[in-house]
Every structure is written in C-alpha cells, then in structure tokens.
C-alpha cells in the first residue's frame, strides 16, 4: 500500500463550480499536511499547511484534515480558469523534514 | 516568489558525463532539498541540507552525491549520469529550526535530458 494516494485524474469543471480534490494515506504518524499547486513547466507552489486535524479557510480555498480517517481535502470555491493546474497534495511526520508526496490530480476549469 | 534560483534551467548531456545542478537561496533558511519529478512517481527525495556541510539521505539517493559549502548554496552531482536519471529536478527550501517545522517551498526546476 502507498503511504500517500491520490487520483490522478484528469478533472475537467466548468468555471464557478466547486472542486474537491483528495488524498488518502496510511501512515498515522502524519501530523503535518499540504497541498501545493503546480502549473506547467513550474515549481509547485504551497497553497495551504496544516497541523493535524480540522479546517482551515485562505479566500476560496479551504482545506480539511480528518485523520480518524485518513482522508485529507482541498475544496476550491468558485473555481476559475487560473486555477487550472496540478495539485499535490503532501504530509509529514512530526520532526521530520521529510516530505511524502501524492502524485499529483490535474485540474481543468473551463470558461 | 521564496528567492530560489536553480541553475541551469535546462541541460542535455550523455550517459557516463558528470552533471552538476546548483540551487541557490536569498533568503537564509537553514533547510534546503533536492527532488525529482517523474510521470507516475511523483515527487520524490534525493537528499537534504539542515546546515552548512549537513546532509542526509532521502528516498532516491543512489548515483547523486550533494555539497553544501554556503548557506546559499546547495548543489547536486551526478557522478555518472545515467539515462534513468532523466527528470525534472526540483530545489526546495525551509525555515524550519528543531523547535519549529515550517512549510518547503520550491525553485522552477531543471530539465536534465540524459542520452
């Protein structure tokens, strides 16, 4: 089993929908979690980091840990053509800088 | 922008070539990482910097050596190239201290094309 799963997708939405995008993991000493944004031919770029359980809001962006079950999200609210790009989504252990990446959904929004 | 340059942007070279790709730092973080990225791998650690002259290993270090003489600089060798080696590199870097774990951010990468 991975330590980290991640649909690949493609996603395909029309602008102004809402989009959830996930991962699963295994290991339950993850406590720290992100998800980055990456567009074509760039470095991925951090969106939102989290420690441990619950929400967190940045403007249309929110994302949920829910480590009962070992399911992480990123919603994106009123999605637009910008946001079209691959998320990863990523986690760590408590002291350790060791990153654990899914690999990567692409989103398509469309005008 | 986290002040990250990775040099060369690109690089085409032959199996069996050393190779070396740099990244530099404006914004004094002790940590500094080198990635590759992969169709259907994913990002993946070669080795990290927690200081001057302090590495370790990560997950896909095999055939790549580091040095970290500056804490601007970070810098990634392959000894011998290998066309398995082909990839997208990535410099990450980290103001986390042993009380304190902070976010990576990352350069734009290097395009390394071994034939």
């Known amino acids: 089993q991975k330590e980290v799963e991640q649909d690949p997708g493609p996603l395909s939405v029309p602008e102004g929908a809402i989009v959830s995008l996930n991962c699963t993991y295994s290991?339950?000493?993850?406590?720290?979690f992100m998800w980055y944004r990456q567009y074509s031919r760039k470095g991925p770029e951090l969106l939102m980091y989290?420690?441990?359980?619950g929400n967190k809001e940045d403007g249309r962006f929110t994302a949920q840990v829910d480590k009962s079950s070992k399911y992480i999200s990123l919603f994106i609210r009123d999605s637009q053509p910008s946001d079209s790009a691959t998320y990863l989504c990523?986690?760590?252990?408590?002291?350790?800088?060791?990153?654990?990446f899914g690999k990567g959904t692409k989103l398509t929004v469309n005008p | 922008d986290a002040g990250i340059t990775q040099s060369p942007r690109h690089k085409v070279t032959e199996t069996g070539t050393p190779v070396t790709l740099r990244c530099h730092q404006t914004?004094?973080?002790?940590?500094m990482y080198w990635y590759r990225q992969d169709p259907g791998h994913g990002l993946r650690l070669i080795h990290y910097?927690?200081?001057?002259?302090?590495?370790d290993k990560g997950e896909v270090s095999d055939g790549y050596s580091v040095s970290r003489s500056k804490t601007e600089d970070f810098l990634l060798t392959l000894e011998s190239a290998t066309s398995s080696q082909t990839s997208v590199y990535f410099c990450?870097?980290?103001?986390?201290?042993?009380?304190?774990?902070?976010?990576?951010?990352f350069g734009d990468g290097t395009r390394l094309s071994i034939l």
């Open positions: 990450a870097i980290s103001e986390s201290t042993p009380y304190n774990n902070q976010p990576q951010h």
């Open positions: 290991n339950s000493a993850f406590q720290y």
């Open positions: 989290t420690y441990s359980s």
């Open positions: 990523a986690m760590r252990k408590g002291g350790s800088e060791k990153l654990v």
């Open positions: 914004e004094n973080h002790r940590y």
């Open positions: 910097s927690y200081g001057v002259k302090d590495t």
